[in-house]
């Protein structure tokens, strides 16, 4: 059974960084896109980033030049380093990975407030 778990939110000042890790088990790591989403209440879960199985990245526009997304294919864990974090950014991260069917983890909360 795939399992994602996240790690690394918290409560940041904006202007702040934050990094998320996410680890699975349960599928061959290193074949599978992952991806991070978030999601605030009230609203559709959006997609962040993702990061291919070659290590092709992609970014919302409103994350670009501000997140980047990382793959270590030997710890099984990918990695959202978050830097220039606004209000905005608050929100339940997720990691996500489609493996015959969609996965996701729990969530990561990050709170980005003064």
């Known amino acids: 059974q795939v399992r994602l778990v996240e790690s690394g939110g918290g409560l940041v000042?904006?202007?702040g960084s934050l990094r998320l890790s996410c680890a699975a088990s349960?599928?061959?790591f290193r074949l599978f896109a992952m991806d991070w989403?978030?999601?605030t209440p009230g609203k559709?879960?959006?997609?962040v980033a993702t990061i291919t199985s070659g290590g092709l990245s992609n970014y919302a526009d409103f994350v670009k030049g501000r997140f980047t997304i990382s793959r270590d294919n030997v710890r099984n864990t990918v990695r959202l380093q978050m830097e220039s974090l606004k209000a905005d950014d608050t929100?339940?991260?997720y990691c996500h990975v489609r493996e015959r069917r969609d996965f996701w983890g729990r969530g990561t909360q990050v709170?980005?407030?003064s």
């Open 13 to 15: 000042q904006p202007g």
């Open 26 to 28: 349960g599928l061959n």
């Open 37 to 39: 989403y978030r999601q």
């Open 44 to 47: 559709e879960r959006e997609l």
């Open 91 to 93: 929100a339940v991260y």
């Open 111 to 113: 709170t980005v407030s």
